[in-house]
């Protein structure tokens, strides 16, 4: 059983369109993270929250923790080619804090 | 600042012989992970290790697999008589303190292929 499950698992868009990618659970997290990941590449921090309905916003990208801290989303505004990749969310609960639990990701291909 | 650093980056082994990969932490992280990603899937924790010693190591098969992080040095993650299901990629990531408290940064992973 994954904890954490991330949706939808590949999403084709066009140039300039809005996406939303979603990561949830029916466990608590003390926080959590969002990656991206190019192929051959590790994958790099994108941001954490924390905090129950924390947003973020780096850019076109926004992020949000929810309430109870169980689910978190990343919205990209007028996405770009250069927005391609796979998108993970990690987390680490109460019970876990030694380690990093990572969802499936998303494929995100951005068409021109 | 030098990130994390992973070699070799690619890595070709046969069947039974032994994989040796290398992590070197940013500097000042004393706290170092290991993963491993197999293809069109996350990256599943194998094991999380301080200096010198191993604090989680539940994620790591039983057999042919054992990690260590010396007093000096980098992290290895070694793998015995490796077999075709070996065949991942293999990341490494570090962190300054526990993950409670902190964000974990990740390197560039080592491609193993068991051929």
């Known amino acids: 059983t994954q904890l954490l499950e991330q949706s939808p698992q590949f999403l084709s868009i066009q140039e300039g369109e809005n996406l939303t990618v979603y990561c949830n659970s029916s466990?608590?997290?003390?926080?959590l993270q969002w990656y991206r990941q190019e192929p051959g590449e590790g994958p790099v921090l994108l941001v954490t929250?924390?905090?129950?309905?924390e947003v973020k916003k780096l850019k076109r990208l926004t992020f949000q923790f929810g309430d109870a801290r169980k689910d978190s989303s990343l919205h990209i505004t007028a996405a770009q080619p250069g927005d391609t990749g796979l998108y993970l969310c990690a987390g680490t609960t109460s019970g876990s804090a030694r380690q990093l639990t990572f969802g499936s990701g998303t494929q995100l291909t951005v068409l021109p | 600042n030098a990130g994390v650093m992973q070699n070799p980056r690619h890595l070709v082994r046969r069947r039974g012989q032994e994989a040796r990969l290398r992590c070197s932490p940013m500097?000042?992280?004393?706290?170092v992970y290991w993963y491993r990603q197999l293809p069109e899937e996350g990256l599943k924790f194998m094991v999380y290790l301080q200096k010198e010693n191993i604090i989680d190591e539940s994620g790591m098969p039983k057999e042919r697999f054992s990690a260590e992080f010396p007093k000096e040095g980098p992290s290895i993650l070694r793998i015995q008589q490796v077999v075709r299901g070996d065949s991942a990629a293999y990341f490494c990531a570090s962190s300054p303190v526990s993950l409670k408290n902190t964000e974990a940064f990740f390197g560039q992973g080592t491609r193993l292929t068991v051929v």
């Open positions: 466990s608590v997290f003390s926080s």
């Open positions: 929250v924390v905090t129950g309905g």
């Open positions: 500097k000042g992280h004393s706290h």
